[in-house]
């Protein structure tokens, strides 16, 4: 949609359009909706200025990115939004040329736009072409941003930034003067006004330039911009970021500044769905729900392994005044908001920092506590080297709790939970379990919590998976747990939810296979796999995990070094490819994962 000739109330109009439509399929499909509705006139100002066709919209986490994807070719689409085979969460350059990067973890904005404007340079392009990027606060938490600030600073590439203050607040304004003299540096008068002031103390030497720099710091010192002036980035704002007014014309004095420059905008989150608006958390990503009354549509009663991880932490914490813990701004996701109500000096949320809050905890496991470290599978990808560096190198005791372990669901590629087994069975000292139901996710925690090395415990999205199975026994470093015991030469091994959905498969099957529960994938137990090999050829693997270097991998390993060669091992887990979005039932039913399919695939000797 090309919207440069529209007028002020045409651009008004088709903001209040563009925020029913993403309300109206929201609310049909769940996704990300408080910071997306909130940043709608931020995205309509950014084509109203500049051209997504040539310069690059980076998006950080593009979560906040529904607007975009509707100015750009994908109202009709837009209905199935994380939706199986339709439209990503998130920016997709297959889906569209205007969607410059895939963005799904925080933080990566900044630094792409270095390399953005770093390609532009090399081309000369400069002319034409120029960076626009729209970052949150929050991902102003994540230490890689400023990395990307530090080098820009010292480049200086032209560059826009686009600072979307929804909910932390860097730095508040003062009063109604730190308001008044915001609004004139977002003027063209002012900006103009500040380059010929440099030119002029530049002809009258230097004793002239220093005063004119201690004036400019005074008069900056009462706004919030004084940080990023000092990295060397323009700071503009902070400026209301629901005056389409004001974006346009800070845009328009930002892009002509032929520098980088940051432009601080505010934003109520939720903006124009009134039951969403403010600080509240469960607003940013929502299921399915009312639009009249915000009431969610009924959910399953199942209760989810988060909920059942966070009451069991806390029957520990409750007896273990050691228990410590942390999660980088996921304090609702992960069921740790109730552990740092009750127990806020011994649990934290550290913001978008996973890499600090792995090496705190190491610190506090040095001290003689015990950290729990709850963290999405897909997002202790950004600690891996501290994992390694500063927990495992000294083996101190720190549980690694993943969550979302296995497909996710909608979220798609970028938090699909696959590798951690791959990235954590490779590091020395590290030790791998997986609960299979409540009892035994219980068990675990007692388990690791009196465990003195490094641990991960790796659990799913939602329900563990429905089984009829027998009860779980207490847990023992490296030990299975057999389940059931037939004669057929057939033995499937589960892993975590995996176990449910091998005892799933089993129930569709004639032949009844032996059932083990592997428990624990690092260290492996070796005397009942030698038992299990002396009576069943033929193995199948069952894991929410990818397959390079998952748990077919380890069993394989452990195969060739003892020796067996007349076993066959089948693994179930996730081929060597990203995994699509969607319903989590039609994503395992594209990848051939279903029971049914799992039971003919058996059946037929695949």
């Not at 006139?41 to 051209?51: G, W």
């Not at 066709?53 to 607007?67: C, G, L, N, R």
């Not at 963005?103 to 390399?115: E, K, Q």
């Not at 960076?131 to 230490?143: R, T, W």
Request: hydrophobic fraction near 40%; include cysteine.
């Amino acid at each position: 949609m090309n919207i440069k000739s529209f007028t002020l109330p045409q651009l008004e109009e088709l903001s209040q359009k563009i925020r029913e439509r993403i309300l109206e399929v929201v609310s049909q499909n769940g996704g990300h909706l408080s910071s997306t509705l909130g940043a709608t006139e931020i995205i309509v100002a950014m084509h109203k200025v500049f051209d997504a066709a040539h310069d690059p919209f980076i998006f950080d986490v593009s979560h906040q990115s529904y607007a975009h994807k509707l100015l750009t070719e994908r109202w009709e689409e837009f209905a199935t939004l994380r939706q199986f085979g339709g439209l990503s969460g998130y920016t997709k350059p297959s889906e569209s040329p205007m969607d410059y990067f895939v963005a799904g973890h925080s933080s990566t904005s900044i630094s792409l736009g270095v390399g953005a404007a770093k390609a532009i340079a090399l081309k000369n392009e400069e002319g034409s072409r120029i960076p626009v990027i729209v970052i949150g606060d929050g991902s102003m938490s994540a230490g890689m941003a400023y990395e990307a600030l530090n080098e820009l600073g010292d480049r200086k590439y032209p560059m826009v930034i686009i600072l979307n203050d929804n909910e932390m607040s860097i730095a508040k304004p003062i009063g109604a003067i730190s308001r008044m003299l915001s609004s004139a540096m977002a003027s063209p008068f002012y900006q103009r006004f500040k380059k010929k002031t440099e030119q002029f103390v530049d002809n009258f030497g230097e004793g002239a330039h220093y005063l004119a720099k201690r004036f400019e710091e005074a008069f900056k010192l009462i706004t919030p911009g004084i940080m990023f002036e000092e990295m060397g980035i323009e700071y503009i704002g902070p400026i209301n970021g629901h005056d389409l007014k004001s974006l346009i014309e800070t845009f328009e004095t930002a892009r002509s500044m032929k520098k980088p420059v940051l432009v601080h905008v505010q934003t109520i989150k939720g903006k124009g769905y009134e039951i969403a608006e403010g600080k509240h958390e469960k607003w940013h990503g929502v299921s399915p729900f009312d639009l009249k009354s915000g009431a969610a549509n009924a959910k399953s009663s199942a209760k989810s392994a988060t909920q059942i991880y966070a009451d069991a932490l806390m029957h520990q914490a409750d007896h273990n005044p050691k228990i410590v813990g942390v999660t980088a701004a996921m304090p609702s996701g992960t069921g740790l908001s109730a552990l740092m109500e009750k127990y806020p000096d011994r649990f934290w949320d550290v913001a978008i920092a996973e890499q600090h809050a792995v090496t705190s905890m190491a610190a506090l496991a040095k001290e003689g506590f015990k950290p729990f470290c709850t963290i999405y599978s897909t997002f202790l990808q950004r600690g891996f080297d501290q994992v390694i560096h500063d927990v495992c190198l000294m083996d101190l005791p720190v549980v690694f709790a993943l969550d979302r372990a296995g497909i996710v669901g909608e979220d798609g590629e970028t938090h699909q939970g696959v590798f951690d087994i791959s990235f954590l069975r490779l590091i020395p000292n590290m030790m791998l379990c997986a609960p299979r139901d409540e009892k035994s996710f219980h068990q675990i925690i007692a388990y690791t919590a009196t465990y003195n090395h490094p641990c991960s415990i790796r659990y799913p999205r939602g329900a563990f998976l429905e089984a009829d199975l027998p009860e779980s026994l207490p847990f023992e470093t490296g030990k299975s747990q057999l389940l059931s015991s037939n004669s057929s030469d057939m033995l499937f091994i589960g892993y975590g939810n995996g176990v449910g959905r091998a005892a799933q498969t089993i129930e569709l099957m004639a032949e009844k296979p032996s059932l083990l529960d592997l428990r624990f994938v690092k260290p492996l137990d070796g005397e009942m796999l030698t038992r299990m090999a002396q009576r069943h050829k033929r193995w199948y693997v069952f894991s929410d995990s990818a397959k390079m270097g998952g748990v077919g991998s380890a069993l394989l390993e452990w195969l060739c070094e003892s020796g067996i060669t007349d076993v066959r091992l089948v693994s179930f887990e996730y081929d060597d490819a990203f995994i699509k979005h969607g319903n989590t039932k039609l994503v395992e039913a594209s990848l051939g994962l279903r029971p049914e399919q799992l039971a003919q695939k058996v059946s037929e000797g695949k």
